[in-house]
């Protein structure tokens, strides 16, 4: 009998999850990964202002960018140090976006949770900290 796991919003089939993970993994559209959101889950969303959402878009832009910069120096055979020096700072600006949408989340959606007497948000956080702190 397969373990039952709960995801904070309704019990499902660990097995089944993890099935469903797996095969979202191996989906590759155009080269890059799809989102995988588990059927349960999907009623969590999170309203941002015009201001924020701007703001974060851009950031996603310019790593965009930076992104299509490294594999155009890769394509003209770039200094395999200036390749990785560009990387580097892909990465700290993909930490940047996370400590943004990480302070954001536990000043509205966890605050929040806490305010209403609950512990969801808390739990869920405590569980999303080891994979973002890799």
Do not use: W
Not at 25 to 34: I, K, L, R
Not at 65 to 93: F, H
Not at 105 to 134: A, N, S, W
Request: hydrophobic share 30%.
């Amino acid at each position: 009998m397969a373990e039952k796991k709960s995801c904070g919003c309704a019990e499902t089939d660990t097995t089944d999850t993890e099935k469903e993970t797996e095969k979202a993994e191996e989906q590759v559209t155009g080269g890059a990964q799809e989102m995988f959101i588990p059927d349960c889950c999907r009623h969590k969303s999170r309203e941002r202002s015009e201001k924020e959402y701007k703001e974060l878009l851009n950031r996603l832009n310019r790593i965009e960018g930076q992104v299509r910069g490294v594999k155009r120096m890769l394509e003209n055979n770039a200094y395999c140090p200036d390749i990785i020096t560009q990387v580097s700072a892909i990465n700290a600006a993909l930490n940047s976006f996370n400590k943004v949408i990480l302070s954001d989340h536990i000043r509205t959606c966890v605050t929040d949770d806490i305010k209403e007497g609950g512990t969801q948000k808390v739990d869920e956080l405590l569980k999303l900290l080891p994979k973002v702190m890799k």
